[in-house]
Nanobody, 117 residues
Framework: QVQFVESGGGLVQPGGSLRLSCAAS????????MSWFRQALGKEREWVAG????????TYADSVKGRFTISRDNAKNTMYLQMNSLKPEDTAVYYC??????????WGQGTQVTVSS
């Protein structure tokens, strides 16, 4: 019954911004570190950002550091990814999931982010 529903993607010009949302259910959200992932066409899924249970600690892939901000609202079982200064290389389907490898059993549909002029 673990489910993730990603939303907020769309088409944006280089340099633009988007905020993605991830609604989680089926587990105790507040007890789990979470991550955002992305998968570009023809590429492997890669880790983008992570956040601790309370949101006090965050970490980012070098490719997005300084541009993306991960956050969470445990009262709403929701995680967010604020993406600024978007680049064409950020084009991908973005997914959310639990941060711990062994806890990643289910994946949502993801949300498409396309950065193009």
């Amino acid at each position: 019954q673990v489910q993730f529903v990603e939303s907020g993607g769309g088409l944006v010009q280089p340099g633009g911004s988007l905020r993605l949302s991830c609604a989680a259910s089926g587990f105790t959200f507040s007890l789990g570190s979470m991550s955002w992932f992305r998968q570009a066409l023809g590429k492997e899924r890669e880790w983008v950002a992570g956040i601790s249970t309370t949101g006090s600690s965050t970490t980012y892939a070098d490719s997005v550091k300084g541009r993306f901000t991960i956050s969470r609202d445990n009262a709403k079982n929701t995680m967010y990814l604020q993406m600024n200064s978007l680049k064409p290389e950020d084009t991908a389907v973005y997914y959310c999931n639990r941060a711990v490898w062994s806890d990643r059993q289910y994946w949502g549909q993801g949300t498409q982010v396309t950065v193009s002029s």
